[in-house]
């Protein structure tokens, strides 16, 4: 064990232990009491004011995580509901269509004309992409498709032959424009199959725009087979408006196996909250589909918060100082006056009184430091007259020496001539 040294004593002296210097910072020199009372009203007030902005911000943070999550899944579940009514109006177009007598006769007689009208109307009507009608011997009888759109002709082949084969089936097509969501019905006159009509619609931007409501925030993507976003619902169809999405491999992935992830993706050079979630329409391979955060109202209210604590803090400093200059100013300006009177005393005159006008603290020091000066003046007085007094008594004292002194010289005198008399008549003869 390691036992510091103590000094030794000797015997008969008193131990006294090693005094220790405990460290710290002084304000006992080196600033003024204006300076001293003014730190004194600032450092309490920055040490609350930085203790609570991080706790603050932190749970502004976690906040803004949570409703962050809770908001993207309403998103996820308002997107999903959008596309499950956009694949089920799109069936219901497609059934529509192909219990149509007009159509039906036509195809029946092979009516090209009037085929081709019908599809031009419907498409107008229902805002199509793609009509295409043809016959039982697989011959097209009509076609409609909006250009611009591009459309892989295998694909194309691939539904016409489900066609043929009597099916009802809805099938996902990629394109660069975006999804394209096919419905292929057979058309039946009385049961006897007369051929088969394929409706197309595309998920672009404007429809993922529509399903958005036109907001800003969130930001709705639908992802290519090779994770590039196919679709977005920009706000304009302006190309310069366009901004790059770049989503995470791992999440995207994660997504096309079935998993909804909660993970991030880089939106116009920023990395965003985004959920990853898998859809399937139709019968076509699964696909990713992006709902992104651009704003939140937490962190919106953080940036507020930390932008009204600088301008608060500023405020208060601002104001602190100002009024710790007026007090301390007054303080100091009576400390002054009480340092001037002390001065005045110390010289001697006792006559001199400091304003007694407040009632505070310096007032009362005030009126002591008077109460003090007339003691002394008092004691002075007396002192004064005690000394007059003395004076006095020794005047009288040296008049009374000196008469009697007088009285002895002349009583010694009066001996002496007493003596020389006395010495003479012994002289005289008899």
């Known amino acids: 064990m390691n036992i510091p040294h103590l000094p030794h004593r000797r015997t008969g002296e008193l131990f006294s232990w090693p005094s220790l210097r405990r460290p710290g910072f002084s304000l006992r020199r080196g600033f003024s009491l204006s300076t001293k009372l003014t730190l004194l009203v600032v450092i309490p007030l920055a040490l609350t004011l930085a203790v609570t902005l991080p706790l603050t911000v932190t749970g502004l943070n976690q906040l803004a995580s949570v409703t962050s999550t809770e908001r993207l899944e309403d998103e996820i579940l308002l997107v999903d509901e959008h596309l499950k009514l956009f694949g089920d109006d799109l069936e219901r177009t497609a059934e529509d269509m192909s219990e149509d007598e007009v159509l039906l006769e036509a195809v029946k007689n092979s009516d090209s ?42 694909e194309l082949n691939e539904l016409k032959a489900l066609g043929m084969s009597e099916l009802q089936t809805t099938k996902t097509v990629q394109t660069p424009a975006g999804w394209f969501l096919v419905s292929v019905r057979p058309l039946k006159e009385e049961s006897n199959f007369i051929g088969s009509i394929a409706v197309g619609k595309l998920i672009d931007s404007d429809a993922l725009a529509a399903m958005n409501f036109g907001r800003s925030d969130p930001i709705l993507a639908l992802l290519n087979n090779d994770d590039g ?3 977005v619902s920009y706000q304009s169809s302006d190309p310069s408006t366009h901004f790059p999405i770049i989503p995470d491999h791992e999440y995207t992935e994660a997504a096309r196996n079935g998993s909804v ?32 955060l651009t704003k939140s109202p937490v962190v919106g209210l953080r940036d507020s918060l930390i932008a009204n604590h600088v301008m608060v803090t500023a405020a208060l400093s601002l104001l602190v100082l100002g009024v710790g200059y007026m007090v301390t100013r007054a303080i100091t300006r009576k400390l002054l006056r009480i340092r001037d009177g002390a ?3 110390g010289n001697g005159n006792l006559s ?46 040296t008049k009374e020496l000196q008469q009697a002194n007088v009285q002895l010289l002349e009583a010694q005198a009066q001996l002496v001539r007493t003596e020389k008399f006395g010495r003479w008549e012994s002289c005289l003869p008899v």
């Open 229 to 231: 976003a196919a679709s």
């Open 352 to 397: 001199f009184r400091i304003e007694e006008n407040t009632h505070d603290e310096m007032g009362t020091l005030a009126h002591e430091f008077n109460q003090m000066s007339d003691r002394l003046k008092e004691k002075n007085n007396q002192l004064e007259q005690a000394n007059r007094d003395l004076e006095d008594r020794v005047v009288e004292r």
């Open 343 to 345: 001065v005045e005393i």
């Open 261 to 292: 992830v909660i993970g991030t993706a880089t939106i116009d050079g920023n990395k965003l909250k985004t959920a990853y979630v898998p859809v399937g329409l139709g019968n076509g391979s699964r696909s990713v589909f992006l709902v992104s």
């Open 113 to 154: 004309l009037t085929v081709r009208s019908v599809l031009h109307e419907s498409r107008m009507r229902y805002t199509l992409q793609h009509l295409e009608v043809v016959n039982q011997n697989g011959l097209n009888l009509g076609h409609e498709h909006e250009s611009g759109i591009e459309v892989d002709q295998a």
